[in-house]
Nanobody
Framework: QVQLVESGGGLVQAGGSLRLSCAAS????????LGWFRQAPGKDREFVAA????????YYTNSVKGRFTISRDNSKNAVYLQMNSLNSEDTAVYYC???????????????WGQGTQVTVSS
């Protein structure tokens, strides 16, 4: 069992940066792949980034490549999403998720956090 709690969301101006954190509980945290997803109002949830359990495999959706960076610290049971050059299209609730594989499909993830709101003002 893994419990995930996101933090770090907030209101930021376009062009600004935020760093999201996801704290996990559970002794097997280090064996899970971790992903970040987001859901904007009126839109489906979409994949943002994923990282394998040891951090060797990292994937991003095209719209955030070069702007977002996913990382993890297994010693702290945490995963992070550094978001730079934010724009209004990044406004959404961001969720972290844990699963056996670092994929872009939400169905591959077994555990989800409650989400943290990111709002980018133009």
């Amino acid at each position: 069992q893994v419990q995930l709690v996101e933090s770090g969301g907030g209101l930021v101006q376009a062009g600004g940066s935020l760093r999201l954190s996801c704290a996990a509980s559970g002794r097997t945290f280090g064996t899970y792949a971790l992903g970040w997803f987001r859901q904007a109002p009126g839109k489906d949830r979409e994949f943002v980034a994923a990282i394998s359990w040891i951090g060797r495999s990292i994937y991003y959706t095209n719209s955030v490549k070069g702007r977002f960076t996913i990382s993890r610290d297994n010693s702290k049971n945490a995963v992070y999403l550094q978001m730079n050059s934010l724009n209004s299209e990044d406004t959404a609730v961001y969720y972290c998720a844990a699963g056996p594989r670092p994929t872009g499909w939400g169905g591959d993830y077994d555990y989800w956090g409650q989400g943290t709101q990111v709002t980018v003002s133009s």
